[in-house]
Structure formats: C-alpha cells, structure tokens
C-alpha cells in the first residue's frame, strides 16, 4: 500500500486518480478486502479470498464469534509447514476482529509521504528529493 502511494506521488499522479484505478482496476482484491477480517494481532480470522483456501474460520463458524468485543477463540488445524509431516496445531484468535480499508490507509500514506516529500504528486524527482533531503 504504502509502494503504490510512493509511486503515484512519483508520477506525477493525485490521490483522486489513485483511489481510481484501485476501484476500477482491481475489484477482486476489493471484494477480498471488504470480507477479510483479522483479530487484535492481526491474525486473519476470516476471509473470502480463494487464495487462501483453510485460513481462518468457515463463514458460519465466524458469523458466531463476529461480534466479539474482547476475549479469545481458538482453532485446531493440521499444520503441514514444518519438516518432519504434519502436526495438529492450535491458533488462537483475540477480539475484536476487524477489516482493513485500503482506501482509507491510501490516504493516511498519501498524507504522511506528501508531507515528508514536500509533494501532492508532482514527479519523480521531487519526491526522491523530498524523502531524501536533497534540493
């Protein structure tokens, strides 16, 4: 996230023509995003991304411990990263759970980066001055 905003700014480009191309652009990990959720570790305790085939709860299994607001539930997986075969491994999940919003974050980056590099999305070489300190 914080790569693609570094190079909008170093193109040249605005925040408005950034969140742009990510809605239009990219609608799958838009859904992903918008149904991904992780615990107070940030820990994916949910998620609709196929990419990700087994990690977390099922969708029902999740719809009951969602509304959590502190305390913790565990899952029993069958952990087969580890040399020597697979073992059962117990994770533990810690309320609240919660969703990223990119676009959000896009903008706290957009913010922070403009500001240290003295840009709102003026080219590569101010930015590169801007991070760096050079005039």
């Known amino acids: 996230m ?3 905003v570094l190079a909008a700014l ?5 925040l408005d023509q950034l969140l742009a191309i990510y809605r239009v652009q990219f609608p799958v990990l838009r859904q992903n995003e918008a149904d991904t959720w992780y615990d107070a570790h940030g820990r994916i305790v949910f998620t609709v991304s196929k990419g990700l085939p087994g990690i ?14 502190e ?8 952990d087969d990263t580890i040399p ?3 073992r059962k ?6 309320a609240p759970f919660s969703r990223c919003d990119r676009e959000e974050d896009y903008r706290r980056a ?7 590099t003295g840009t709102k999305g003026t080219g ?7 991070l760096f300190g050079r005039s």
């Open 2 to 4: 914080e790569i693609d």
């Open 10 to 14: 170093a193109l040249g480009m605005t």
């Open 56 to 69: 977390g709860f099922s969708r029902d299994e999740f719809n009951g411990i969602k509304a959590m607001s």
């Open 71 to 78: 305390g913790t539930v565990t899952r029993e997986i069958e």
């Open 84 to 86: 020597g075969g697979p």
């Open 89 to 94: 491994r117990t994770i533990e999940y810690r």
């Open 110 to 116: 957009w913010d922070a980066f403009s500001r240290r």
């Open 124 to 130: 590569l070489l101010d930015t590169i001055r801007g």
